[in-house]
């Protein structure tokens, strides 16, 4: 009977769990300092609720625009994949997170917001049976004055199929108000050994400006990245393949070299950010803090404290061939515009809150806000169903000769008196 109890109570705790978490509506939200600019890459945490715990999952920046095509995605955590099912061709490059055990996003959920074509989360051919690249630049963010109202959206999905989104909100850079005459640009330079890169103009930048980076004697045919960062040698920094960076430094800007040791086509530019540009991706820093949060206090240009100290923004270079070349850059002094952070922008807070009307949707290629059980939850409460039954039937299986054994031996005393 105790065996038969149990299995009934397990049965319904199971139930308990699916019914209580089924519940809980999945949603997003986040605050965004300043509205996303053209070159903007701008570091947002997103807070989020009512998913599955300790599950897999990634953030997006997507397109909201309906009857886009989608393609398979997954994510990596370490040494974890997970798949995430079918992602609109617009999302960009998905952002690892994992649920904490009460199903909330952690404190480490950050993205950096963009402008342009996005997406895709992964190469191949979509379910429109095209490439998945040529397809996804058909879906920019912001969306294109013929898509309507659609808005962009910053999107979570989770591996057990729950999803939330919320819309960001874009802007026009300030235009600036500096005299032409007010400073002319200069090139700079480093040389290591036979390297040599150098930024035209590397003096009297402003906000949004592209600068021309040449370079010399690098290693040959060799992938490498470009950076724009605070050299303040006290801020904490992050663990990135091997090396160190600084948690100023923008996000990775990837570039290769020609067969000759020059700068390819594919690193010709490079566009100046100011305001806190950092950090190159999310996680927590040396310090054990937030990069995110530490990053604000790492700006480019730097603080009026850090130039006392010495501290300048510089263009930084590594490669694969081992190059490791720092051009100091500066700005114009009657003041270098507005990319990233931006004092006299309103803060705009975005969240998931969903009119009554609104229906909540699994993930498809028409859709972006998503909401719902899991598959994962079903089989919990159909488990726990199962084992409800089988309780039972155990109950029945061994009370039900008890009963029969007191009725004959109540019957048995009553003829004996």
């Known amino acids: 009977m105790g065996f038969g109890v149990a299995v009934v109570a397990t049965g319904g705790a199971l139930l308990a769990t699916a019914v209580a978490a089924s519940a809980a509506t999945p949603s997003i939200s986040f605050t965004q300092k300043t509205p996303v600019y053209p070159t903007s890459n701008l570091s947002t945490t997103i807070t989020g609720s009512g998913f599955h715990h300790s599950t897999m999952g ?27 099912g079918k992602i609109p061709v617009s999302c960009g490059e998905e952002v690892s997170v994992t649920t904490t055990a009460k199903g909330d996003l952690p404190a480490t959920a950050i993205i950096g917001l963009q402008e342009g074509a996005l997406g895709p989360s992964a190469t191949g051919t979509d379910s429109t049976g095209g490439d998945a690249t040529s397809d996804a630049a058909d879906y920019p963010c912001p969306p294109t004055a013929a898509q309507g109202s659609a808005s962009c959206v910053v999107m979570y999905v989770d591996a057990a ?16 108000t500096l005299a032409p005459t007010t400073c002319v640009g200069q090139p700079n330079s480093d040389t290591s050994g036979s390297a040599t890169l150098t930024v035209t103009p590397a003096t009297c930048l402003q906000a949004g400006q592209t600068v021309a980076i040449s370079g010399s004697g690098l290693a040959a045919s060799s992938e490498g990245t470009l950076l724009e960062c605070n050299s303040d040698a006290s801020q904490p920094t992050l663990a990135l393949g091997g090396e160190t960076v600084p948690i100023s430094c923008s996000k990775l800007d990837i570039v290769s070299t020609t067969a000759s ?8 530019t490079f566009t100046i950010q100011t305001g806190a540009i950092g950090p ?4 927590t820093d040396s310090s054990g803090g937030n990069d995110a949060t530490d990053a604000v206090n790492y700006p480019c240009p730097p603080t009026a404290a850090q130039v006392a100290d010495g501290d300048t923004c510089e263009i930084v270079y590594r490669d694969a ?10 700005f114009n002094p009657a003041g270098a515009g507005t990319s990233v952070s931006s ?10 809150t ?16 998503f909401t719902g059980t899991g598959p994962a939850l079903w089989i919990m409460g159909l488990l726990g169903l199962v084992l409800i039954v089988i309780g039972g039937c155990l109950l029945l299986v061994v009370e039900a000769p008890r009963r029969a054994l007191a009725v004959v031996t109540s019957r048995s005393r009553r003829r004996t008196r």
């Open 280 to 283: 190159p991706l999310a996680g």
């Open 161 to 176: 199929g729950d999803a939330a989104s919320a819309p960001i909100t874009f802007g026009t850079p300030p235009t600036s």
């Open 261 to 268: 040791g020059g700068m390819g086509t594919t690193g010709g």
């Open 343 to 352: 004092s006299t922008a309103a803060a705009s807070t975005q969240s998931t």
């Open 58 to 84: 990634a953030l997006f920046e997507c397109s909201g625009v309906s009857g886009q095509p989608t393609i398979d995605v997954s994510t990596t955590n370490g040494i974890k994949t997970a798949d995430l």
């Open 354 to 369: 969903k009119p009554a009307a609104t229906a909540a949707t699994k993930t498809s290629s028409a859709s972006l806000a």
């Open 321 to 330: 061939g081992g190059d490791d070349l720092t051009v100091p850059i500066s």
